[in-house]
């Protein structure tokens, strides 16, 4: 029983661990979003100090999921047990806390434990955090009897080699782009389809009869004894578009959603362009200048007009800017600048400013 309990400990640990990291990894420019949202939390509620740690906000949750990835593997063969469930134990407390503050307070209303592939709300991932903390605890409790499964250089070897090839994922997905998009402005997708929730509400109303509870698609009379209680939507997760706060207006205010599903438009993403950075401007503006009246191209920014109309003169950008909201534009690309070439509103392609196409690999993708 006791090998049983072990061997559950170490697969769901280690498991658990490898799988949360390999999501992340896939996109850490999108566990470092969600860090700068934690560091403005705890910034207004416990100290502005927390500010200094936005810049390196993507530093930190690089090292935070390859450590993840690193500790599972090492949890699955045994690896130096007496330091690994030290790691693992500090790690996981300090993954309940910010899941536990996010369900208590609702500050925080993701965690991001399984990047955008599985969103769990904060009472979700904090059960999960507790759920994995008890099988934690036991491997803590025994570490001194958990065995190295490979000879030492061996062992080393297989951390050496997980964490070159983590490190290696996780920066090219920076320099590039998440190797699978979880998001719902993915190659693919139609953006106006994703903004109409996938069904109408199905309610079911609960009634008590006879001190029995009764459910019931229509409304019952109170005249044939039936007192209400409440009514429950049945499909909860299909009544919410997976888009609801995509907008996009004019320096004149006016609104251009609409008109930005309309043909082909090349849209250049920029948030905040004080951030934006402008190794790769020249490609961008070349490409601009050789799609001059063969596409719309459309620069969209979070920045105030006197900010990105500077940002052009200075880097030549010869597009019109439109504006949305910063949130949106990061989920969009994960690359600031980044470009997406959508027709009638279908996402066609998206670029990394470091992988900027020239104008002919643009237009043939319109043929």
Same mark, same amino acid.
């Given at each position: 029983?006791?090998?049983?309990?072990?061997?559950?400990?170490?697969?769901?640990?280690?498991?658990?661990?490898?799988?949360?990291?390999?999501?992340?990894?896939?996109?850490?420019?999108?566990?470092?979003?969600?860090?700068?949202?934690? #560091?403005?939390?705890?910034? &207004?509620?416990?100290?502005?100090? $927390?500010?200094? *740690?936005? %810049? =390196?906000?993507?530093?930190?949750?690089?090292?935070?999921?390859?450590?993840?990835?690193?500790?599972?593997?090492?949890?699955?063969?045994?690896?130096?047990?007496?330091?690994?469930?030290?790691?693992?134990?500090?790690?996981?407390?300090?993954?309940?806390?910010?899941?536990?503050?996010?369900?208590?307070?609702?500050?925080?209303?993701?965690?991001?434990?399984?990047?955008?592939?599985?969103?769990?709300?904060?009472?979700?991932?904090?059960?999960?955090?507790?759920?994995?903390?008890?099988?934690?605890?036991?491997?803590?409790?025994?570490?001194?009897?958990?065995?190295?499964?490979?000879?030492?250089?061996?062992?080393?070897?297989?951390?050496?080699?997980?964490?070159?090839?983590?490190? #290696?994922?996780?920066?090219? &997905?920076?320099?590039?782009?998440? $190797?699978?998009? *979880?998001? %719902? =402005?993915?190659?693919?997708?139609?953006?106006?389809?994703?903004?109409?929730?996938?069904?109408?509400?199905?309610?079911?109303?609960?009634?008590?009869?006879?001190g029995k509870e009764i459910k019931s698609k229509s409304f019952l009379s109170a005249d044939e004894g039936y007192q209400y209680q409440r009514v429950d939507v049945l499909n909860p997760d299909k009544i919410i578009p997976k888009i609801t706060d995509y907008q996009v207006s004019s320096p004149e205010g006016e609104?251009?959603?609409?008109?930005?599903?309309?043909?082909?438009?090349?849209?250049?993403?920029?948030?905040?362009?004080?951030?934006?950075?402008?190794?790769?401007?020249?490609?961008?503006?070349?490409?601009?200048?050789?799609?001059?009246?063969?596409?719309?191209?459309?620069?969209?920014?979070?920045?105030?007009?006197?900010?990105?109309?500077? *940002?052009?003169?200075?880097?030549?950008?010869?597009?019109?800017?439109?504006?949305?909201?910063?949130?949106?534009?990061?989920?969009?690309?994960?690359?600031?600048?980044?470009?997406?070439?959508?027709?009638?509103?279908?996402?066609?392609?998206?670029?990394?400013?470091?992988?900027?196409?020239?104008?002919?690999?643009?237009?043939?993708?319109?043929?």
């Open positions: 029983m006791q090998r049983i309990i072990d061997l559950a400990s170490r697969v769901i640990v280690g498991g658990l661990f490898i799988f949360s990291g390999l999501i992340k990894l896939n996109d850490p420019v999108g566990t470092k979003i969600k860090l700068e949202e934690y #560091f403005e939390v705890f910034a &207004a509620d416990f100290g502005s100090f $927390f500010h200094f *740690f936005i %810049p =390196y906000a993507l530093f930190i949750g690089t090292v935070l999921i390859v450590l993840e990835v690193v500790i599972g593997v090492a949890v699955l063969i045994n690896y130096r047990m007496q330091i690994t469930t030290w790691v693992l134990l500090i790690l996981l407390v300090f993954f309940t806390f910010l899941t536990g503050y996010s369900a208590i307070l609702n500050k925080v209303t993701d965690c991001g434990c399984f990047g955008d592939a599985i969103k769990l709300t904060p009472w979700q991932s904090f059960y999960k955090d507790l759920f994995l903390l008890v099988f934690v605890m036991h491997l803590f409790w025994h570490r001194k009897r958990f065995d190295p499964m490979l000879r030492t250089t061996e062992g080393h070897g297989v951390i050496a080699v997980t964490t070159a090839v983590s490190v #290696f994922l996780g920066v090219y &997905a920076i320099r590039h782009l998440p $190797f699978i998009d *979880f998001l %719902p =402005y993915k190659i693919g997708n139609s953006i106006p389809q994703q903004m109409i929730a996938q069904e109408q509400p199905v309610f079911e109303y609960v009634f008590l009869k006879d609104d251009l959603t609409q008109e930005s599903f309309t043909g082909a438009k090349l849209l250049i993403i920029m948030g905040n362009v004080q951030k934006t950075s402008t190794g790769n401007m020249k490609a961008i503006s070349k490409l601009i200048n050789d799609l001059d009246s063969k596409l719309d191209v459309w620069i969209l920014t979070s920045s105030n007009p006197a900010t990105i109309d500077a *940002f052009r003169h200075e880097h030549q950008l010869a597009a019109p800017y439109h504006f949305a909201d910063a949130t949106v534009l990061k989920s969009i690309v994960r690359s600031d600048p980044g470009l997406t070439l959508w027709y009638n509103g279908i996402v066609l392609n998206k670029w990394h400013h470091n992988d900027t196409p020239d104008a002919q690999e643009v237009l043939n993708l319109l043929k």
